[in-house]
């Protein structure tokens, strides 16, 4: 049912791109930033319930945060593509009874922060408010969120970040778009457009987009954790990052899948932290 739905999604695009490319584009573009899930439950709840909240802003956007006091560093964590701080749960327990403090973020249209949109550029900028008012010297991303991480590091070369993690971070950000378009079916009038579209909105290329490249100038101490058989995000994409982020080393997996949500991942969060 999923699988027919999408193709019916492409196909009603597919036409529309036929005669109104532009508005096919913003379909397309629509589609691909809006997430579906990723909102707080009542057990999520409970369990955020137990930080301080605080909300920022962003251009007039709210940006959740929850805060977990420690005598050691500070840890900013990031989620991922239709998820929320809650996702962080376990580790978050763990890195308190390690002394730890933990700050956690909820993305742009996921958990309580606000916009209706998402993307990695945006994430970025939450996390740049996010670190100016928490100050942390370690920060961990989780799929996209790893991605936003980079590029926040890339950009703004904040000397206070001593260390990074990424778990099952995407590096090139043509082959995330490449794997929707194909997901959808969508013409290559369609996906010429939707290139043009992103040019226009966010001002280079899909192929601009790279947590490779961004790592390749980021000097933090570097740990990235990929699982060999990740289906959302395909393992060859640590290796990419990994040969750019020379200052950083590679932990393969195999079996976790995505979420990397495991004990044995835990420990090499740990271990990392310690050294």
Partial sequence: MKLVLQKTIGLIINFTGIFFPKLAARM?????????????????SDFLDTAFREELTFNKMPIMTY??????????????????SARWQTLITNLRKRGFGVVALDAPAHGRSGSDRFNAIIYSEFIKVVSERFQPNIIIGHSVGGMAL?????KYQKESIEKIILLGAPSEFTDVLKRYTDMLGFSNRVIKHLNLMIKER??????????????????????????KKDRVIPYN???????????SRLVSTEGFGH?????????????????
Avoid: C, M
């Avoid at 980079?150 to 890339?154: D, I, L, M, P, T």
């Avoid at 290796?239 to 982020?245: C, D, E, G, V």
């Avoid at 979420?259 to 050294?275: G, K, P, Q």
């Fill in 259 to 275: 979420s990397l949500a495991t004990d044995e991942v835990s420990n090499y969060i740990y271990e990392f932290l310690e050294n």
């Fill in 28 to 44: 397309a573009l629509f589609l691909f930033t809006k997430p579906l899930k990723g909102q707080i439950n009542e057990k999520q």
């Fill in 150 to 154: 980079a590029y926040y590091q890339f």
């Fill in 67 to 84: 805060r977990w006091l420690g005598e050691k560093e500070t840890i900013l964590l990031a989620h991922g593509w239709e998820s929320n």
């Fill in 237 to 247: 994409d640590a290796l990419l990052i990994k040969n750019k982020y020379k200052n």
């Fill in 202 to 227: 966010f001002g280079q290329y899909p192929e601009a987009f790279s947590t490779a490249n961004y790592s390749e100038h980021i000097s933090s101490k570097g740990l990235i954790i990929h699982d």
